[in-house]
């Protein structure tokens, strides 16, 4: 039984920054996979970016690329989502997922174990 919380979602401003956390939480936890994915009004669930939980590779969505920053800490159970230079189409609710064991299509949600209940992210133009 694994729990995620999203925290840290907000209203900002085109160009700002906005740090995004997830905590698991459960007796266990385990995963090889943590990421983040979002979702826009009429849009298909997007991934965003995701990390190997041990060795902390990371992928990023084209559209991240260069502006959003995963990273993980593992004492913590804990993955942040750093976003730089935020843009109008940035806004979504942001899921935290994990995967627990090896998966093959880190870009599709469908292939993930766990989701968060999602934060919303609100960038002003």
């Known amino acids: 039984q694994v729990q995620l919380v999203e925290s840290g979602g907000g209203l900002v401003q085109a160009g700002d920054s906005l740090g995004l956390s997830c905590a698991a939480s459960g007796r266990t936890f385990s995963s090889y996979y943590m990421g983040w994915f979002r979702q826009r009004p009429g849009k298909e669930r997007e991934f965003v970016a995701a990390i190997t939980w041990t060795s902390g590779t990371t992928y990023y969505a084209d559209s991240v690329k260069g502006r959003f920053t995963i990273s993980r800490d593992n004492a913590k159970n804990t993955v942040y989502l750093q976003m730089n230079s935020l843009k109008p189409e940035d806004t979504a609710v942001y899921y935290c997922?994990?995967?627990?064991?090896?998966?093959?299509?880190?870009?599709?949600?469908?292939?993930?174990?766990?989701w968060g209940q999602g934060t919303q992210v609100t960038v002003a133009s």
């Open positions: 997922t994990a995967a627990q064991r090896r998966i093959y299509a880190i870009r599709n949600g469908n292939a993930y174990d766990y």
